[in-house]
């Protein structure tokens, strides 16, 4: 994958992930699998093409480099470095939007 960006991960998203897989795997562990799993599987397409993903909306002076993606229910913010994707933000779609800086 010569050309992949490093992702990382900002600490509140990494905690909000972590929370929301410990919540769903009450239910079910399987589940909780399946959404981490399609988490992981869309960043890594961010990875290699990082433009597939439309424009983060919610971003005050979006120039283009915030992007996100919506997965089992999750919307997942992410960053356009030169060599990186920044995990920024993970809400749960029944959420109220709520746009940032």
């Known amino acids: 994958m010569e050309g992949a960006r490093k992702i990382i991960w900002n600490v509140t998203a990494l905690e909000t992930l972590s929370k929301a897989l ?3 795997s009450k239910e079910s562990i399987q589940g ?3 959404v981490e799993n399609g988490i992981i599987k869309r960043l890594n397409q961010a990875r290699i093409n990082p433009y597939r993903f439309p424009p983060d909306g919610l ?3 979006n120039s283009g480099d915030f992007r996100f993606f919506i ?3 999750y919307r997942i913010t992410y960053r356009i470095t030169e060599n ?3 995990v920024l933000r993970i809400r749960h779609i029944k959420q109220k939007p709520i746009s940032y800086r």
């Open 22 to 24: 410990q919540w769903i």
């Open 32 to 34: 909780a699998e399946i």
């Open 59 to 61: 971003k005050i002076n």
């Open 71 to 73: 997965t089992h229910s």
């Open 84 to 86: 990186e994707i920044r």
